[in-house]
């Protein structure tokens, strides 16, 4: 009908939109701007024949690689959320160098907060927290281990926990970390803590029980957050500790190793970012070996 046609169709998040669900607003439109980024994770499919056959392209993807993709994109360079070093690593792996922080964010640092002493932990935009050589190996078997790490298993009644990963010891770590900044004033929702799996965030959530106990602003939840780095993409917070859990022998990274998961984690943080993990382990990924060269890891 008529008073359903408009002159422009507008869809945000585009690049985390399957194609079919775009076509239903763009039918009703006459011309059509997509907004995204799809350097970031792309819709879910969880239907893998479905995503052999192509559904997991979106719309947004498949236009700006077709043949006249230079023509139909343009790219917004300038962020306001992080610092300069933060930005840094998707800048230059990602976007060919063209995203800058505008002056406004490109130096701001945890410690100029007006509330937050200057400690080493506030000083530093980026801090990588190595724990290669201290007894903090993943957990072994599925669904991670128990409160000594090490290798017993985390009972849990969840598939999504007992078919992840985990790394008890590297959640203490993290504990440790997250209590010096609150300590240093940091409030509890200035912080995320974010890893790439579910029984970490378990792990985590146990770890930070008496920090997570303080409610959020809306009394909905706790102020402190844990959660999984697909869960926070869109979001952002003045400090980002990650909990990278994969350490071991092998060098098995699964998909900690994504670029574009690692994209997302490493652009929520607005003036901090605490990578807690093990560099011997995640070195063997490229866009790993790419950060952590630029933080001197």
């Known amino acids: 009908p ?10 945000d998040e585009a690049a985390q939109a399957l194609e079919a669900s775009c076509w239903v607003a763009l039918l ?34 498949r236009l700006l690689r077709g043949p006249h993709g230079a023509g139909l994109g343009v790219m917004l360079t300038t962020q306001y ?4 070093a933060v ?3 998707a800048s230059d792996e990602l976007y060919g160098g063209r995203l800058v922080a505008d002056g406004s964010v490109a130096e701001h640092r945890l410690c100029d907060l007006s509330h937050v002493d200057p400690t080493d932990e506030t000083e530093a935009p980026l801090m990588l927290i190595d ?13 991670g281990g128990g409160a000594n790490g090490g290798g017993t298993k985390r009972p849990s009644a969840s598939p ?27 409030r509890h929702g200035e912080i995320g803590v974010i ?9 985590l959530r146990e770890e930070l029980a008496a920090e997570r106990a303080v409610p959020s602003a809306t ?26 859990v994969r350490s071991n022998r092998s060098g098995s990274l699964g998909f900690v190793s994504d670029a574009r998961r690692l994209n997302v984690m490493l652009t929520r943080a607005k003036r901090g970012l605490v990578i807690v993990g093990d560099p011997t382990t995640l070195v063997r990924s490229r866009h790993w070996a790419d950060w952590l060269e630029g933080v001197g890891g």
Not at 160 to 186: D, I
Request: proline residues 3%; charged residues 25%.
């Open 2 to 11: 008529p008073e359903h046609a408009f002159d422009l169709v507008v869809i």
């Open 28 to 61: 009703r439109g006459r011309r059509a701007v997509l907004a995204g980024d799809h350097q970031q994770l792309p819709p879910v499919v969880k239907s893998e024949e479905a995503g052999r056959r192509g559904f997991g392209v979106t719309l947004f993807e």
């Open 81 to 84: 959320r992080m610092h300069a």
């Open 87 to 89: 930005c840094a690593w």
């Open 131 to 143: 724990t290669a050589g201290c007894d903090c190996e993943e957990d072994e078997g599925e669904g």
């Open 160 to 186: 999504l926990v007992a078919e992840s990963k985990s790394n008890t010891a590297e959640a203490r770590v993290v504990g440790q970390h997250v209590r010096a900044l609150l300590a240093a004033g940091l």
């Open 195 to 203: 890893t790439p799996y579910n029984a970490q965030v378990e792990a």
């Open 219 to 244: 009394g909905e939840g706790s102020a402190l957050e844990v959660g999984t780095v697909d869960g926070f993409q869109g979001r952002e917070k003045e400090l980002i500790v990650f909990s990278a």
